[in-house]
C-alpha cells in the first residue's frame, strides 16, 4: 500500500486552471503507474490521467486530452495533474491512484487511493 495524499482542489470559474498534487511515497523500481481518477455524484469513477513512474509514460482520457497533463516530480515524490481551461462537466472529486503496471486506466488495476479532493467549476 502507498499512502497518498491530495491537494490543489477548490472552486473556479470556468476556463480557469487548477493544479492538483499527489504526495506519494514512491520506489522506482516497483514499476508503479500513478492516476488521477475523478467521481462526480451519483455517477462511477472515471479515467483522467495516469502516468508510469519510472518511464513518464502518459496516458488521458480523450475529455480532458490537451487541457490537462499529467506529471510527477521524482525527487520530490509528487504526482501533478496540471487543468487548464476547465469546464463545468469537470466537477467532481479528484483521486489520486497508485497501481503497478501493465495497469493503465481501470480503476481496479489501483489499489492504493487518496481521500480525495473537491474541484468545483462553475459556469
Known amino acids: 500500500q502507498v499512502p497518498l495524499v491530495e491537494s490543489g482542489g477548490g472552486l473556479v470559474q470556468a476556463g480557469g486552471s487548477l493544479r492538483l498534487s499527489c504526495a506519494a511515497s514512491i520506489r522506482t523500481f516497483s514499476n508503479t503507474v500513478m492516476g488521477w481518477f475523478r467521481q462526480a455524484p451519483g455517477k462511477e469513477r472515471e479515467f483522467v490521467a495516469t502516468i508510469s513512474w519510472s518511464f513518464g509514460n502518459t496516458y488521458y482520457a480523450d475529455s480532458v486530452k490537451g487541457r490537462f497533463t499529467i506529471s510527477r516530480d521524482i525527487t520530490m515524490r509528487t504526482v501533478n495533474l496540471q487543468m487548464n481551461s476547465l469546464k463545468p462537466e469537470d466537477t467532481a472529486v479528484y483521486y489520486c491512484?497508485?497501481?503497478?503496471?501493465?495497469?493503465?486506466?481501470?480503476?481496479?488495476?489501483?489499489?492504493?487511493w487518496g481521500q480525495g479532493t473537491q474541484v468545483t467549476v462553475s459556469s
Open positions: 491512484a497508485a497501481g503497478a503496471l501493465p495497469g493503465r486506466i481501470h480503476p481496479e488495476d489501483f489499489d492504493s
